[in-house]
Nanobody
Framework: VQLQAFGGGLVQAGDSLRLSCAAS????????MGWFRQAPGKERDFVAG???????????HYKDSVKGRFTISRDNAKNTVYLQMNSLKPEDTAVYYC???????????????????WGQGTLVTVSS
């Protein structure tokens, strides 16, 4: 099982980026998927999450500071999750990680403990 995140880069404040997370090794269409970020010297922090196709499939969750600017989506046919980031701010600078949780994980979706699989991270740098 592998998650590969890509799409990061250096942008200016106000710009947009779209991160992608491609999964391989198994299908994650039923899995809750999340994006986290970790700035230097800080803990890994929840950014956004999206439910799988079961239950309230496709429903989304966001960190307050990114609501209205970031949008998480998924393409189950491609086993890929996206994070569209608009109106980027310098405080959004971090390494962004995608993650997936199994149905057996009872941890909070806003906590890293709530996920079983992690991508390698992609760096987003927003200059002022």
């Amino acid at each position: 099982v592998q998650l590969q995140a890509f799409g990061g880069g250096l942008v200016q404040a106000g710009d947009s980026l779209r991160l992608s997370c491609a999964a391989s090794g198994r299908t994650f269409s039923n899995s809750f998927m999340g994006w986290f970020r970790q700035a230097p010297g800080k803990e890994r922090d929840f950014v956004a999450g999206i439910n799988g196709v079961g239950g309230v499939g496709g429903s989304t969750h966001y960190k307050d500071s990114v609501k209205g600017r970031f949008t998480i989506s998924r393409d189950n046919a491609k086993n890929t999750v996206y994070l569209q980031m608009n109106s980027l701010k310098p405080e959004d600078t971090a390494v962004y990680y995608c993650a997936a949780r199994t149905i057996f994980n009872t941890g909070l979706v806003t906590s890293p403990d709530g996920y079983n699989y992690w991508g390698q991270g992609t760096l987003v740098t927003v200059s002022s």
